[in-house]
């Protein structure tokens, strides 16, 4: 099984700042095989980006992916408030697993 | 628009048994393969069973192999979640989700239904 660990646990930012989540997979999860989920409180977990860096439909272009083979990163390059969430890296090369988290909270 | 409304949580002792239902709307059911994914209370996200549209081939995560069976209806465009031998540690909202075909990330989700194991 693939583990994915993400880093931060928690990020504290201020909005208007620039974020770098980072997800690290224990082996290569193949050339494009990982997403990005954001989840508010009480919410389902809502679809950012697959296949590394494709935005899904409705996604502001603030957020970016990028990475390759067990090195990857979420970017939101200004935060606005409704970015304040947690974050889950999935990867789909190897079975499915997602990563633990990252709290992106406001400082 | 696409909807995925779960229903069929609830409270049940271990050992007992469940069944999830995934209400689908809005495309074409049969087209896409489908998922749960749990989260424990304060935790992360857990894939546990897949099924394809049309065939029926299914997967489950090792934690529920055995005791969990996903199923569809492709005509009534329900998707199922019988659970058996609950433990306590199954605890969790119960998602439904939609993967693109061949592409296994999740497009769509329910809002979830959450499934209690206690004494």
């Not at chain 1, 996604?59 to 990857?72: A, E, H, K, Q």
């Not at chain 2, 199923?71 to 609950?86: G, I, K, P």
Request: hydrophobic residues 30%.
């Amino acid at each position: 099984e693939i583990v994915l660990t993400q880093s931060p646990g928690t990020l504290s930012l201020s909005p208007g700042e620039r974020a770098t989540l980072s997800c690290r997979a224990s082996q290569s999860v193949g050339a494009t095989y990982l997403a990005w989920y954001q989840q508010k409180p009480g919410q389902a977990p809502r679809l950012l980006i697959y296949g590394v860096s494709t935005r899904a439909t409705g996604i502001p272009d603030r957020f970016s992916g990028s990475g390759s083979g067990t090195d990857f990163t979420l970017t939101i390059s200004s935060l606005e408030p409704e970015d304040f969430a947690v974050y889950y890296c999935q990867q789909y090369g190897n079975s499915i697993t997602f990563g633990q988290g990252t709290r992106l909270e406001i400082k | 628009e696409v909807q995925l409304v779960e229903s069929g949580g609830g409270l049940v002792q271990p050992g007992g048994s469940l069944r999830l239902s995934c209400a689908a709307s809005g495309f074409t059911f049969n087209s896409y393969e489908m998922n749960w994914v749990r989260q424990a209370p304060g935790k992360g996200l857990e894939w546990i069973s897949y099924i394809s549209g049309t065939d029926r081939t299914t997967y489950h995560a090792d934690s529920v192999k055995g005791r969990f069976t996903i199923s569809r209806d492709n005509a009534e465009n329900s998707l199922f979640l019988q659970m058996n031998s609950l433990r306590v540690e199954d605890t969790a909202v119960y998602y439904c989700a939609r993967n693109v075909p061949t592409r296994y990330f999740f497009d769509y989700w329910g809002q979830g239904t959450l499934v209690t194991v206690s004494s």
